[in-house]
T-cell receptor
């Protein structure tokens, strides 16, 4: 059973809209979550990290964590064509797996003008 | 933020040859290094975890004799793909770990085996 799931298929939004990306996880011991953006042919780039229940905002990005429901989401406000990329959700279970991240399969986001 | 240098960025090699990929942490010391591979349109798959001065721990299904990892110093780890075959063609990415700075990936190496 995959530990981190990103079930939503390719997502297409118009420029200026809000893009909503979702992720669920199975390990209740997971402590930290990360959202990475990956452009085609490039390595992932960290855009948000979240450790506590609730919302965390950074510019146009808001990460949300709900540990009771075991989901993590990323909202991108005022989406721009430059936001078009694959977004990867990752979780860390803590303990002896220090630093070991488990990645979801990614969601492809396309922002069209 | 953490600066991670990985090279080469691209390499083409003949089937049966070996390729070495280097990953350096330029502004911090990385006690642990994670190596990933990524096939087109797929997510990152953790291959192995190495700790400075000790043997790497490989994930299930990853051949340790084929993917040799050396983490001889706190700033350098290498991944050598031995006797490469076309099915080894992939995007290989390193990620050093160092406390709260452990989330920056290397720039990746696109390996093509012909």
């Amino acid at each position: 059973q995959k530990e981190v799931e990103q079930n939503s298929g390719p997502l297409s939004v118009p420029e200026g809209a809000i893009a909503s990306l979702n992720c669920t996880y199975s390990d209740r011991g997971s402590q930290s979550f990360f959202w990475y953006r990956q452009y085609s042919g490039k390595s992932p780039e960290l855009i948000m990290s979240i450790y506590s229940n609730g919302d965390k905002e950074d510019g146009r990005f808001t990460a949300q964590l709900n540990k009771a429901s075991q989901y993590v989401s990323l909202l991108i406000r005022d989406s721009q064509p430059s936001d078009s990329a694959t977004y990867l959700c990752a979780g860390w279970a803590g303990g002896t797996s220090y630093g070991k991240l488990t990645f979801g399969q990614g969601t492809i986001l396309t922002v069209h003008p | 933020g953490a600066v991670v240098s990985q090279h080469p960025s691209r390499v083409i090699c003949k089937s049966g040859t070996s390729v070495k990929i280097e990953c350096r942490s330029l502004d911090f010391q990385a006690t642990t290094m994670f190596w990933y591979r990524q096939f087109p349109k797929k997510s990152l798959m953790l291959m192995a975890t190495s700790n400075e001065g000790s043997k790497a721990t490989y994930e299930q299904g990853v051949e340790k004799d084929k993917f040799l990892i050396n983490h001889a110093s706190l700033t350098l780890s290498t991944l050598t793909v031995t006797s490469a075959h076309p099915e080894d063609s992939s995007f290989y990415i390193c990620r050093p770990e160092q406390g709260g700075n452990g989330y920056t990936f290397g720039s990746g190496t696109r390996l093509t085996v012909v």
